[in-house]
């Protein structure tokens, strides 16, 4: 089956990355959008657009019925899901199976099972993959589980089968807390999930996040594409992403790969998946879960692998077979993402929601933006606050770091706050750059005084100070030329 016109079931900087690899194969698109996202660019970028409801994700962006109706309309084949909404609902993949259309990603089977955690677990448990200590199924009674905690050695974890997102997880460090935290982690599951189950899991100390990418295709052959590094997080949530991983060793990255491969296979996985794994100081790994999605941070595994995923997700729907062999891949070079968010990093990262009162991105040699955004477009307070992946690549660690400082200086954005002063900090971090940190990273080494002034910052200061200065100083030039105060600014602010 060849698709011809695919729709993209996404919003923001993900439906554009989709739809540009959908263009460069021949393929027509069609956005959805909610009301909120009238002048997005993703709407104009594609070749059809259809409102699907109000601002609200479960009036539009979520709404199975209205999109699979879309697609019967405009004769649609085949729907992509990106992240986040729809991508891991199982019953919308059955869904889109039922309407005769191709749903982009894995069986509703391989959904099913990998959405929870316990069931992900017990369906790799005659692979040999290892696994952090912890309870097998959901916590029922409550004796019990502080008798296995105890076991296990505190601290801790207790955490949502049904999680996502770093929500639903509760770190307990001594049995004197357990109730309180188990009753904070079920109400958390039950109102961010519909499901109040939790299990036990040890807590692994100096944890770090690494991931392998796997793409399997409908004849049963799976690749893995390496790893990527994802441990700088604040709310277990990732904000920098690398890849390769300083300090995985050749073997290390082998026995990964093939432990991932085993994950897809336990589930009988097809498109492209990722399998997260916890690695102590020892440089131990321990599965955590398979996300059964294209990942946020896909692009830096593109930029080292030369691979496009999205690409190989349409082929992968078609039926085609896989034509990368294990064999052919190797990485080259060092990719680094930072994820630039509306939140503002000296106020605990809270969103920052706004209008983009200045946008202007990074551009050059080994620069790859991922956005969604245009200067004077407001981002909706309904969605992830995610404006921008900002995605650099060089033939080394080193260089990729160089090269992400000079683009976040180059990167202008004011109206909201970002991430990118944070970012500053880590790509600057003695721990960041040795390789040696964890996820405990922003909890150990960061505090808001840590941050300098953006170019915005000094961009304002100085364009006060130049105009105080003009509106004293000023004469009428004689060719009737004005200098504003903005326009010099960023020239002088960068050399501050
Ligand atoms: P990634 O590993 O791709 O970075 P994240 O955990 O950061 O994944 O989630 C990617 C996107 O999906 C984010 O927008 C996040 O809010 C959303 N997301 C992930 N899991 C869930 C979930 N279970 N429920 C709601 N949103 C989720
Ligand atoms: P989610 O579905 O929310 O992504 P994960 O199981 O992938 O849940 O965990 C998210 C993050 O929480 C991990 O990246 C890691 O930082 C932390 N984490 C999860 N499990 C453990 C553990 N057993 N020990 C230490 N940290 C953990
Ligand atoms: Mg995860």
Redesign the pocket.
Known sequence: MTIKKILVANRGEIALRIMRTAREMGIQTVAIYSEADRNALHVRYADEAVCVGPPPSAESYLRADVIIDVCRNLQVDAIHPGYGFLSENANFARQVREAGLIFIGPSPESIDVMGS?LAAKAAVAGYNIPM?PGTPSAITDRTEAKAISAKIGYPI?I?ASA?????G?RVVEQEADFDEQMDRAVSEAQSAFGDGSVFI????TS?R?VEIQVLGDQHGNIIHLFERE?SV?RR?QKVVEEAPSAILTPEIREAMGRAAVDVARACGYYGAGTV?F?VNDKLDFYF??MNTRLQVEHPVTEQITGVDLVKQMIYIAEGKPLTIKQEDLQIKGHAVEVRVYAEDPANNFLPDVGTLDTYVRPQGNGVRVDDGFEQGMAIPIYYDPMIAKLITYGDSREEAIQKMIRAIDEYEISGVQTTLPFCRFVMEHDAFRSGQFD?GFVSRYFTPDKLTPTPDTHERELAAVLSAWLLETAKPKPNGATVTAARQSKWKANRL
Do not use: D
């Open positions: 955690k952090v974890l955490k999680g996502g997102g770093g929500k997880m899991e040890k807590y692994v944890p996040h994802c997080q277990h997260e916890i955590l879960e996820t």
